[in-house]
């Protein structure tokens, strides 16, 4: 039994071996063997934005809180687990779905974005840790920030 099974783990290397040699692997899918010891697809969540992953703010006083709630959607076939976001500076904080997105389900990241002590031309992001197949996304938000006028 203990030689079969090295076989079907022998067999299973000089398959992907094969297939990598051909360029026949895919990177949006997944290979594993399964239990009859042949090779089958299985694909990873991936995290996709709808309509964009970037959003404009347009001009806002200095001091004025942006909030922008992203949509995304899991075009994958397992389910989407979002790990964590973080922003990239202390001016910007975020939430998100917290459970696991399944495939076709749509989900939310919202970015928080402080505009206290900024002026001109701004832009801040998050990172987005989860098991998608890239693993790490960013979402940004720009825009300008006037001084507030004084009445």
Known sequence: MKSL???????????????????????????????????VE?????????PS????????????????????????KMPLIINDVRGTCQCTAADWTKTPILPNEKGMIKLVFKTKGKSGKVAS??????????????AFVRGTVVKAVKE
Do not use: W
């Open 53 to 76: 992953s970037s959003y404009d703010f347009g001009t806002v006083e200095e001091g004025a809180v942006v909030e922008h709630e992203f949509e995304i959607i899991n075009t994958g």
């Open 125 to 138: 992001s998050v990172n987005i840790y989860s098991n998608s197949f890239y693993q790490e996304e960013q």
């Open 5 to 39: 099974y090295s076989l079907l783990i022998l067999l299973a290397f000089f398959a992907v071996t094969d297939c990598f040699a051909q360029g026949e692997f895919r990177k949006d899918v997944a290979y594993i063997i399964d239990e009859e010891g042949k090779m």
């Open 42 to 50: 299985t694909y990873r969540p991936v995290l996709a934005f709808l």
